[in-house]
């Protein structure tokens, strides 16, 4: 299921799609040159969301079956468009580098 969301400026969009791999890409764009294409394109790895769950002290096949079960539910950016803020079924949320789509944090609660 693909989200967009603007930034607080109204300038960026990001747009997500998943990926037949399970991997999720974000485009982003400037508004005012949207025919122009995505100035930025990012690609979030399932193997990239796995190792950010590992790193929670998540036992190995417990974060390969997290990463592939939870999809993605929407997509925020903060304030500043630094960074931006994922969250997913199976109780993840995610961080990610508004730049280059990198993990920065993954929370996880009951889900």
Known sequence: ??????????????????????????????????????????????SA??????????????AASLSKKAQWTSMQFNHSGTELLVTATKGLA???DGFEGTIHNVFMGDG
């Open 49 to 62: 969301v796995e190792q950010a769950i590992r790193s929670k002290g998540v036992p190995e096949h417990l």
């Open 94 to 96: 995610y961080t990610l």
């Open 1 to 46: 299921v693909p989200h967009a969301v603007f930034d607080t400026t109204g300038l960026v969009f990001g747009i997500t799609a998943t990926m037949n791999t399970g991997d999720h890409l974000i485009h982003l764009y400037d508004a005012r040159n949207y025919s122009g294409g995505a100035f930025a394109e990012m690609n979030v790895t399932q």
